[in-house]
Structures are given as C-alpha cells and as structure tokens.
C-alpha cells in the first residue's frame, strides 16, 4: 500500500468513526479534524477545517433521515435554529482569519466540565420530555439564540457542537436525549453547509479526500443512528457523558501542551 493510499485509509477509517459517534451525540470532530491535521501538518488549518465539513455534513444529513423516520422532528425549534445557525455559522467562519481560536479553549473547557457534571448529577436529564411552560413564540426565540450561538462557535471552533446543542436543547427546550439529537442533526447541517460555503469561496479545499471521507462519515452515520434508534436516550446519554469527558480530556491536555 502506497503512502497515498494508506493516508486515505487511515482518514477514511478515522470518518468512519467520526460519523457514528457524530451520529449519536455529536463529537466527531474531535476525531476527524485531529486526523487531518495529523495527516497534512503542512496544509493550511482552514483548508483542513472546510475538508472536514465535507466529509461532516453527508453523514450528518443521513443521521437526521434516518431519526426522522423513527422520530417525530420538532419542527418549531429546528427550523428557527437551523436558520439562525446558518448565519452563525458563516460569521464563525469569516471569524476564524481574524480571531484566534486558542482564546477560546479555557471557556470551552470549563463549559463542558460543567455540561458533564450537570448531566451525570441529574440522572432523569434528557430520559423524558417535558414541557417548557412557555409560549410557541418564546421557544422558537430560545431556539434562534440556541442556533446562532452555536453556529458562530461552530464556524468559528468546532469541537463538541453536537454535544452543546443536545445539552441545550434538552436543557432550554424540554426534549428527551433522541429528540435532542435529531434536532442537533438539523441545525448541525446549516452550520456545516454555511462553513462549507464560506470556506469554498476563500480556501482550497480537498474536493477528492472530502468524498472519500464523506461516504466513510455516511456509513458510521448510518450504524451510529441505528443504534440510537435501537437503545433509546438511556444508551445515547451514557455515549454522551462518555464523548464530553474525552473533549474534556483532549482540550485538557491542549492547554498544558
């Protein structure tokens, strides 16, 4: 096997993953990017990062098919959301030739300490739904500043974007982990097509890698939401808890290195 060819097994196999885990509770981008930064350390990070949404956004798109077949979408907050996120996520994105994303590190490290600590306190967290006790209006508002905030950080940051729109989606909109995810999935989606918009005008990108991952992310996509499907929000909040305490790790260790 060539070098060619071993570095595109090696990044197929890390998209493979990355799209069942995504598929699940989010976080794939903690394996995917990583792997391409590993791969071309010589390549410029936004043309990885705009890569790195082509392989995300197939099998994001499929995991949101498959749990729309099996669960009922709510709309009145994933569209609000997705709209708002595809803005988000093009101001993230422009953000990132003009900001640097070290800044960000310690605030998402503390974020996500206190997403996991609340979740595995609050054992019911996510297991039901619930309802908000506000009006349609009010929701549909709470899920603008849900998916334009998150859009931004997407564009602009990127790891744990799945896992902080279950968590606030569960948390701010009464949803049980599964409706959560799907809904994630959705506005997941702008965010990645925006980015990939932005970043299509402004960087070359790896048009033939991003495929052959793309169709990698699609598979783990596909097995990752079965699964999901079949365990219901019990398995998706322990894979949960288990995908925030590697980003933990994983920026823990960014910050002392």
């Known amino acids: 096997m060539s070098s060619f060819e071993s570095i ?14 995504d598929a699940v509770v989010g976080g794939g981008g903690l394996i995917q990017t990583p792997a391409l930064l590993a ?6 990070p936004a043309t990885l990062f705009g890569t790195n949404k082509l392989a995300s956004v197939v099998g994001t798109f499929s995991a949101a098919v498959q749990y729309a077949r099996r669960v ?7 569209l609000p959301g997705a709209v708002a996120a595809l803005a988000g996520a093009w101001l993230g994105a422009r953000a990132v030739s003009v900001l640097p994303g070290e800044f960000l590190r310690p605030l998402i490290l503390v974020l996500l300490i206190a997403v996991a600590v609340y979740t595995f306190v609050r054992k019911d967290f996510g297991q039901q739904g619930r309802s908000t006790g506000r009006s349609k209006s009010a929701d549909q508002l709470v ?10 950080y997407d564009g602009f940051f990127g790891p744990g974007t799945g896992s902080f729109l279950i968590f606030l989606f569960i948390r701010f909109c009464g949803m049980d ?6 809904t994630a999935k959705i506005v997941n989606v702008a965010t990645n097509l925006s980015a990939i918009g932005y970043f299509a005008l402004n960087v070359p990108l790896l048009w033939s ?12 996509a596909v097995a990752g939401s079965r699964m999901a499907l079949r365990h219901g929000s019990g398995f ?12 933990i790790l994983k920026l823990a260790y960014d910050l002392t290195v």
Request: charged share 5%.
């Open 8 to 21: 595109y097994f090696f990044l197929g196999l890390a998209a493979f993953f990355a799209g069942f885990v």
């Open 39 to 44: 791969a071309y350390p010589g390549t410029a």
């Open 72 to 78: 009922r979408i709510p709309w009145t907050i994933a």
């Open 143 to 152: 899920a603008l500043l849900i998916g334009g905030g998150i859009g931004f």
């Open 177 to 182: 982990f599964l409706h959560a995810s799907v």
């Open 209 to 220: 890698l991003g495929a052959v991952m793309a169709v990698c992310n699609l598979a783990g």
């Open 236 to 247: 998706v909040r322990k894979l949960f808890l288990g995908v925030v305490a590697v980003l």
